[in-house]
């Protein structure tokens, strides 16, 4: 068994897997329960100003039969009173010692706002601070959330004051409403943060009623945007957490980052792991299943890294980072092409529609003799399942005219039918660097692309 | 004593797919291209094109692409049989469950039909006009398919009502009479005038009919079921009649406690249902060949074994024997398989000295349908007794064409066979009442 123990910035939790601060994190008894089901911690359901809640406050969007690829909501920060809350994490913690109980803030953006909700937090024993700049919706329009995670000068201020105060570790949560997270990163760790954390939800519409032509979900006739969440945003959410593993600045100030962003499955925990994130936390998968998830989470984990032979969360950490690299740095001889197995083929034809329609038109279909057939050329008249399935065609891959696009790999509903196949392009290695630094007219002229590709024997038709 | 009620034992077997079920099969299609399923189908119905519009909410979509190719859709639905055509052939089937397509097609067919609307309108009229003689599925198909291009139609049909087969030979477990009901009013809401209890030979004549008409389409179906030739014959229920009557009259319709029903083709299967269902207490499948020759498909043998019905093959019925009016016995002999015969099949041969009496109460026969003998009376030309057709279903009569099981020389007689015959027949009809070449209909 590897051991699941992290140590992120000094908050110490026996597993990587925490509840983001979110509705599941809203009050003790849900905490106590998570814990008991296996949680390694819990960031508590941001508590700061007083707000006031909607009814309708969660939308979801659905796809191909499957609920909640993605969750949107427009619920504030608690609201339920701060003595509460604050009470309610003393005494969770008490129960709880081996876990991570940390408390997400967010206030008006004043020093002293901020001096007093940090030291009522830290009364509490919590072993940590989130402070939420991600926020999107709602206490952004009163200059809070993402207001300031989107100015990094507003950041890197209301982090110092923190900082100032704080004698816990204190993770600032960014958003991925910018165009960058490394400047409000950045900005963060120059304010003296302990740990990052990313992504916050993002923004989102999540659909129109085409009865009412209502805004989804519909709160009193109306709606807006929201924090978009879920298994959907799992891509946008490793991208942004590699661009701060790869970031000179970041790297070398050796803060951690907490990784969330659609985490559902140990594979996404590992895929998160392997960019860099040391903790994990996990909303919508929680909303969607209940805290029982944790179980496969942590058995998954511990089953994967014994199968890759790692014995620590930490030997994990950040693996795959070398690899992230830039298109400019990719072997531009590099060549795979695309190869359908016909013992796995089940005929569907949807890797030759795809590749036909929409790629680069390098799948034939090929009936028993061999010959090239066009669809739909079999006799009106024929008919049966007999019929339509021994005299139905074989999808090939043309191999000289695959571009090795991947489309169809993609499509195939069968796993393992459609293998990307390296094959030698007969080509010297050479990146877009090192070709444009070489041959700049390459990258300006497109006949001296043409010259070169036929030097190299590049045919692109 | 247990109260058998008709409604409630012969009722349509499978329910209806549920909004929830329907969606989850529909976004379980891989949604193929160029697919197997579409080939597989006679009528060659878009099936990923209607399923996937049941997966994005557009079932009036749906229904109209299932109804484009196979007007009698509805009854397709409910009485192909799915697992030797579109099912048989669906990607999935190999490691999976194939998609459950016939259920779909119900689903989306029902759909429109519950709520009475129409997804085609009659075509701008031509002037032409067609007689169709016979409303089964072929007619019926030929029909609609021709007012939709604006012809005027009119249908003679000799029974008291439209439908066919599909009205009077379908058991209710598999098609309800109200749903082939609703496709004769659907046709009949394009315009088509269905004139019911009209015969050739009896009150409508075939000059008249040829002369009034541009064209006609025959689609007359089978002829009478054939005699055994056997002793105490006139004590033998037909099996149509006794579906027909467990249909229209399943009060009046009286089962025998101990039921022999002689053939093992798809209607004999039916027979069995029924009196299984409405309370025999015994049912046996009488059979002169063996297991692996009977022609009722796979899944409807296997249903009637699930319902409780034994089976007796290499079997042959010699005399139905009766006291005092009736039914106590069918002597049988049993048979050996020999050489093959005239159908390729083995030659079933008596076993001398090996007669016994199955004892029973009542005798159905089920034991297939003549050829069409209005052919001869006509003056068609046939093929095995068949009505001759050329490739456009065109008789050896000019504009006289013909389809269904009246043309079905070579293949399985079906439903869905019926519909495309009565479909391409009508394309081939409107290319020839259409002066402008390259009709629109293809």
């Known amino acids: ?461 | 004593m247990q109260i058998i009620k008709p409604e409630e034992v012969l009722a349509e077997y499978l329910p209806p797919l549920t909004d929830h079920e329907a969606l989850v099969e529909a976004h379980r299609c891989l949604y193929c291209y160029d697919a197997p399923c579409t080939h597989a189908c006679p009528t060659h119905i878009d099936i990923p094109k209607f399923i996937k519009k049941i997966a994005s909410g557009n079932l009036v979509g749906s229904a109209r692409t299932i109804l484009e190719a196979n007007l009698m859709g509805a009854t397709c639905a409910r009485v192909c049989p799915v697992e030797e055509l579109c099912e048989g052939a669906c990607v999935l089937g190999a490691e999976h469950r194939p998609i459950a397509i016939g259920r779909l097609q119900r689903y989306a067919t029902d759909y429109v039909y519950e709520r009475g609307m129409d997804v085609f309108k009659p075509g701008s009229p031509t002037g032409r006009k067609v007689a169709v003689i016979g409303a089964g599925p072929a007619g019926l198909t030929c029909a609609g398919e021709l007012a939709k291009l604006g012809h005027s139609v009119t249908v003679f049909e000799k029974r008291e009502l439209a439908g066919g087969l599909s009205t009077y030979g379908i058991i209710g477990l598999r098609e309800p009479v109200g749903v082939a009901l609703a496709e004769v009013e659907m046709v009949r809401r394009l315009g088509v005038t269905i004139k019911t209890q009209m015969e050739l030979g009896r009150n409508l004549s075939w000059e008249e009919v040829r002369v009034q008409f541009d064209a006609v389409f025959l689609s007359i179906g089978l002829g009478a079921v054939p005699a055994l030739g056997i002793p105490g014959e006139e004590q033998v229920v037909d099996g149509l009649e006794f579906i027909e009557a467990a249909k229209l009259n399943p009060y009046r319709l009286w089962v025998g406690r101990q039921v022999a029903v002689i053939g093992a083709g798809n209607t004999a299967m039916d027979c069995a249902t029924i009196a299984k269902r409405m309370g025999a207490e015994r049912v046996t499948v009488v059979y002169r060949r063996s297991e692996k020759e009977m022609t009722a498909y796979p899944h409807e043998y296997s249903f009637v074994k699930n319902e409780g019905v034994e089976f007796r093959f290499l079997t042959q019925p010699v005399e139905v024997l009766s006291e005092g009016g009736q039914v106590v016995g069918l002597r049988c002999v049993r048979m050996a398989l020999g050489e093959p015969d005239a159908s390729g099949r083995p030659a079933p041969r008596p076993v001398a000295g090996s007669e016994f009496v199955l004892p029973c109460d009542q005798v159905v026969k089920a034991i297939g349908q003549e050829k069409p003998t209005l052919a001869q009376v006509l003056g068609l030309q046939t093929e095995k007794g068949y009505i001759k057709v050329n490739d456009d279903f065109e008789t050896s009569l000019p504009k006289v064409y013909a389809g269904g099981d009246c043309v079905r020389a070579k293949g399985a007689a079906s439903t869905v066979m019926a519909v495309q015959d009565g479909k391409m027949a009508a394309f081939a009809i409107h290319r020839r009442l259409t002066s402008s070449v390259g009709a629109a209909a293809d």
């Not at chain 1, 969660?58 to 920060?77: D, F, P, R």
């Not at chain 1, 700049?133 to 004051?161: F, L, N």
């Not at chain 1, 970031?247 to 985490?263: A, N, T």
Request: aromatic content about 6%; proline content about 6%.
């Open chain 1, 1 to 461: 068994m590897a051991d699941l123990r992290i140590n992120f910035a000094g908050i110490k939790s026996p597993n990587p897997f925490w509840l983001a601060s979110a509705p599941p994190t809203n009050s003790g008894a849900q905490v106590h329960r998570a814990f008991e089901a296996g949680w390694g911690g819990a960031v508590w359901k941001t508590i700061g100003a007083p707000v006031l809640n909607v009814s309708n406050r969660y939308g979801a969007w659905h796809y191909g039969g499957q609920k909640m690829l993605a969750i949107n909501n427009v619920e504030l920060i608690s609201d339920r009173p701060l003595e509460v809350n604050l009470r309610e994490i003393r005494d969770v913690k008490r129960h709880w010692p081996d876990r991570a109980v940390i408390v997400s803030a967010m206030v008006e953006s004043t020093p002293q706002a901020w001096r007093d909700i940090i030291l009522r937090i830290e009364d509490t024993g919590a072993d940590g601070i989130e402070l939420n700049y991600g926020c999107p919706h709602g206490m952004s329009e009163r200059g809070m959330g993402s207001a300031v995670g989107q100015v990094p000068e507003y950041c890197q201020q209301i982090t110092g004051w923190v900082m100032d105060v704080a004698k816990i570790p204190v993770i600032v949560k960014l958003t991925p409403n910018v165009a960058s997270v490394v400047p409000p990163a950045r900005a963060a760790i120059a304010a003296g943060a302990n740990g990052l954390s990313l992504i916050n939800t993002i923004n989102s519409i999540i659909g129109v009623d085409l009865d009412t032509f209502e805004i989804v979900p519909s709160i009193g006739g109306k709606g807006g945007h929201g924090g978009y969440a879920g298994p959907a945003v799992k891509p946008i959410a490793l991208n942004l957490l590699s661009s701060l593993g790869v970031d000179e600045v970041v790297r070398r100030s050796g803060v951690p980052i907490s990784g969330m962003g659609g985490i559902s499955t140990w594979k996404d925990a590992a895929e998160f792991l392997l960019l860099g994130a040391s903790s994990l936390q996990v909303c919508t998968a929680v909303m969607h299943y209940g805290f029982r998830i944790i179980e496969d989470l942590v058995d998954g984990l511990n089953a994967w890294m014994d199968a890759k032979g790692f014995k620590t969360v930490a030997e994990v950490v950040g693996k795959s980072l070398p690899r992230i690299s830039d298109f400019k740095d990719f072997d531009l001889s590099f060549r795979a092409v695309a190869r359908i197995d016909p013992e796995k083929c089940i005929q569907c034809n949807l890797c030759y529609v795809a590749c036909n329609d929409t790629a680069h038109q390098c799948i034939d279909l090929v009936d028993a003799d061999g010959n090239r057939v066009q669809p739909y050329a079999y006799d009106l008249r024929s008919n049966g399942k007999h019929q339509a399935v021994t005299n139905r065609p074989q999808p090939v891959v043309r191999e000289e005219d695959c571009v090795g696009c991947r489309l169809c790999h993609n499509v195939c509903p069968v796993e393992g039918c459609i293998q990307m196949v390296e094959v030698p392009s007969g080509r010297e290695s050479i990146t877009w660097d090192q070709l444009t630094k070489a041959r700049p007219e390459v990258g300006t002229d497109w006949e001296a692309m043409q010259r070169y590709r036929e030097e190299v024997g590049i045919e692109i038709h």
